[in-house]
């Protein structure tokens, strides 16, 4: 049954792009009293995970560890994790991995979306995942569509930031400040053994982005996430 909690979503095409990406968001959620959803549809067993392949372990063995590792992650950060194993490279969009999502929009009913950019030159698996969340959210919230719960609203949808923004026509509308939880971000990076070259990088990501949000609020941040929104706000009031 699920409870009453408010609940963000996010997609993830990979096992470790939840942490890398949103892991700040998704611990400042947890903290604020909200469920967070994390839909891994793959464990990037072929792609993302040479460093096993070298060590001679098998695709089996390989989607083992790398489940185990983004589980330990997200209880790290306060999140729950589901896990769909749809394959990667390519990651192949079935009518079943469709409908899922639609059928786990409507019984969450998110608050907002987290996902991938729309365009990733380096990883066709990333936009294939923003494209196949868009098309979700829209069934989602059609009254025709087969299912036995009912529309959702209109949830904003965030991308965050991919590995080379500036090849992925990345604009950064929000930045947020992910201070306060920051060290349980780095926890959770290092639960992710097959990647362990990232863990560095993410981290000099996260300062960066922490003095552009620093300099933009006119106060002093020490790491922040950004982020792309794909709908207007709509409000009363400019936030």
């Known amino acids: 049954m699920v409870d009453t909690n408010k609940t963000i979503t996010v997609v993830s095409a ?21 469920r967070v959803r994390v839909l891994c549809l793959s464990y990037g067993e072929r792609g993302e995970s040479a460093r096993l392949w070298k060590d001679g372990k098998t695709l089996e063995e390989i989607k083992q560890s790398r489940r185990a590792e983004a589980q330990h992650a997200a209880e790290i950060l306060g999140a729950e994790v589901r896990f769909f194993d749809a394959g990667d490279y390519p990651l192949e969009v079935t009518k079943d991995l469709q409908d899922a999502l639609v059928q786990e929009f409507r019984e969450y009913r998110p ?8 365009t990733d030159p380096y990883n066709a698996d ?31 949808v965030y991308l965050f930031e991919p590995h080379q923004p ?5 604009q950064v509308d929000v ?48 790491y922040g996430e950004a982020y792309q929104r794909i709908y207007p706000y709509v409000g009363k009031v400019f936030a």
């Open 126 to 156: 990333h936009p294939r995942t923003t494209e196949l969340v868009m098309e979700c959210r829209i069934l989602a919230q059609a009254h025709g569509y087969p299912s036995d719960l009912p529309v959702i609203g209109a949830p904003p």
């Open 175 to 222: 930045l947020l400040d992910i201070t306060p939880v920051f060290e349980r971000k780095r926890q959770a990076m290092e639960c992710m053994e097959a990647q362990e070259h990232l863990w560095e990088y993410y981290t000099d990501v996260a300062k960066r982005r922490g003095v552009q949000a620093g300099r933009n609020a006119g106060s002093s941040i020490k």
């Open 14 to 34: 990979h096992s470790a792009d939840f942490v890398w990406r949103a892991g700040g968001a998704i611990a400042l959620y947890h903290d604020l009293g909200y």
């Open 111 to 118: 608050e907002l979306i987290l996902t991938h950019s729309l």
């Open 166 to 170: 500036e090849q992925c026509n990345f």
